[in-house]
Structures are given as structure tokens and as C-alpha cells.
């Protein structure tokens, strides 16, 4: 399998309600070289942006109070260049579709989810 090197520069926020999961999602990036910071609320994923734009935020589609398609909208606005990819354990394929629909040109990648798998789709949306 091809290693995708994400360079140093880049910097990647990751957006999960599930705190085990995206702490120690961030934290296996980081033994691979990958520049993280990661949140479990949208609101800190706002106020971060607000502070510094990110080159990619990956985003969980269900969160409460605001959607990961909700959150894209609004980080979109104070970072017009940020990339996003979604991730779902939840739903079916209407649901995943729409969802696709609603979020453009985004990237999905299901939940459990694999890191190689998520690694490959970073190298995919800036274009490594």
C-alpha cells in the first residue's frame, strides 16, 4: 500500500462528540507526523477557526445541537479554503446521500473507521 505523506504545514481539526474517539483519533495522527487539534463541540470548533483557519476539518455528521453539515457551513464562512471530510456511523444510504447532497463536494468515510483508510482520504481532498 502507497504512504500518503501529509506534509507538516498542514494543519487538520477534528470535530467528534465521542471524546474517546477523536482523542485518540488525534493522537494516532500525530505518532504518524499529522498536524491535529481536535474538539468534541462545535462551539469550540467556532471559536477555534475564529482564532486561526485550518487547512481540513474532519467533521462527525451527528452531533447534538449542530451537524457536522451545519458546522461546515459556518466554518466555510470564516475559512473559504478549509476542506472538509465527514465521517458517519450512522444512517442509511438515503441518509449518507442526502447528507452528500447537502454537503457538496465533500468527503464521507463511514465509522468504525480505519486509519489508513482516513489518512488515504486527506491525501485525496489535498490533492498529495
Not at 39 to 62: G, H, M, N, T
Request: charged share 30%; glycine share 8%.
Amino acid at each position: 500500500m502507497k504512504r500518503v505523506t501529509v506534509g507538516g504545514e498542514m494543519k487538520i481539526l477534528l470535530v467528534d462528540d465521542e471524546v474517546e474517539f477523536v482523542s485518540a483519533l488525534a493522537e494516532r495522527l500525530t505518532l504518524r507526523g499529522i498536524d491535529v487539534e481536535w474538539v468534541s463541540r462545535p462551539e469550540d470548533a467556532i471559536s477555534r477557526v475564529e482564532q486561526r483557519c485550518y487547512d481540513l476539518a474532519v467533521l462527525d455528521v451527528k452531533m447534538p445541537r449542530l451537524s457536522g453539515i451545519g458546522l461546515k457551513v459556518i466554518l466555510q464562512k470564516k475559512c473559504p479554503d478549509m476542506k472538509f471530510i465527514f465521517l458517519t456511523g450512522h444512517g442509511s444510504e438515503e441518509s449518507y446521500e442526502a447528507g452528500t447532497a447537502e454537503a457538496g463536494s465533500a468527503y464521507y468515510l463511514m465509522k468504525p473507521l480505519k486509519l489508513n483508510d482516513l489518512i488515504r482520504k486527506i491525501g485525496e481532498v489535498m490533492g498529495s
